[in-house]
């Protein structure tokens, strides 16, 4: 008997495990209810391979302006679907950007050569962005290291005349942004409106997205702007050629 309660123990505990995992992979525990958006002209996505065969042209009848794409993770992780779902997007007729998730125990200047190396010469609409979570990042990094770290990789990016963007949430943002690098625009993560406080140019309000045509979750995103607005925010296009200086081979992986 007691061997049979240690094995019905262990098969729980495994089981909700594996639902804490698929909690955190497709929605990252969001439990809010719905928020309005609809007074937001410009609406758009963010994708990585998680997401599997996305078709963009089924996102644009829906509405969808514009889409983010995973490109890069620390210093040598690379998605393997991002330069697939770049060119299929700009296929679409989306307005297309790249983004880098930062991770807290890699140089900003390594990392910032590994995004670099994965969107050279290729046609961008939107800021390069720095996602800045965190959830799995280690926990023993202190908040001033790793902002000069984030520091680091933004005017690295910059010196190579890239606009830069920052991701984060309401957590994010009071650690990491707040006094320290609200310069930079905010893209905010926030199952709620956004604070009063806070001056963003993206939200993300969720990630358990539903759209007909696409068969997994998807994460959604409003600008904060008016039509004129978001039309000079793209319309100066950064295309760069192959910079002779990087020499970096990244590994490619699936996405975590």
């Known amino acids: 008997m007691h061997r049979l309660m240690t094995i019905i123990s262990i098969v729980t505990f495994s089981a909700i495990g594996l639902l804490i995992f698929y909690l955190a992979v497709t929605g990252r525990g969001e439990t809010s209810q719905p928020v309005d958006t609809s007074g937001y002209v410009v609406r758009g996505a963010d994708i990585s391979s998680h997401n599997g065969f996305v078709d963009f042209d089924m996102l644009r009848t829906h509405g969808i302006g514009f889409v983010y794409v995973k490109a890069t993770e620390g210093a040598d992780f690379k998605d393997a679907s991002f330069g697939a779902n770049i060119n299929a997007a700009r296929r679409a007729g989306l307005k297309v950007g790249a983004y880098h998730f930062f991770r807290f125990d890699s140089s900003g200047y390594l990392q910032a050569l590994n995004l670099l190396h994965s969107v050279r010469g290729r046609h961008l609409d939107l800021p390069l962005v720095i996602d800045v979570e965190e959830w799995?990042?280690?926990?023993?990094?202190?908040?001033d290291q790793t902002v000069g770290r984030i520091k680091e990789m933004a005017e690295e990016l910059r010196a190579e005349g890239y606009r830069v963007m920052l991701y984060t949430n309401k957590d994010g943002y009071s650690r990491f942004v707040e006094g320290r690098l609200d310069h930079y625009p905010l893209w905010i993560c926030s199952f709620t409106p956004p604070d009063d406080g806070i001056d963003w140019t993206l939200w993300q309000y969720t990630h358990r997205g539903t759209l007909k045509g696409i068969d997994r979750l998807i994460d959604l995103n409003?600008?904060?702007?008016?039509?004129?607005?978001w039309d000079?925010?793209?319309?100066?296009?950064?295309?760069?050629?192959?910079?002779?200086?990087l020499q970096y081979s990244g590994a490619s992986a699936v996405n975590h």
């Open 232 to 245: 000079s925010l793209t319309s100066v296009p950064r295309v760069v050629p192959p910079p002779v200086r």
């Open 222 to 229: 409003v600008y904060h702007g008016t039509r004129e607005q």
């Open 136 to 143: 799995t990042n280690p926990v023993n990094r202190s908040t």
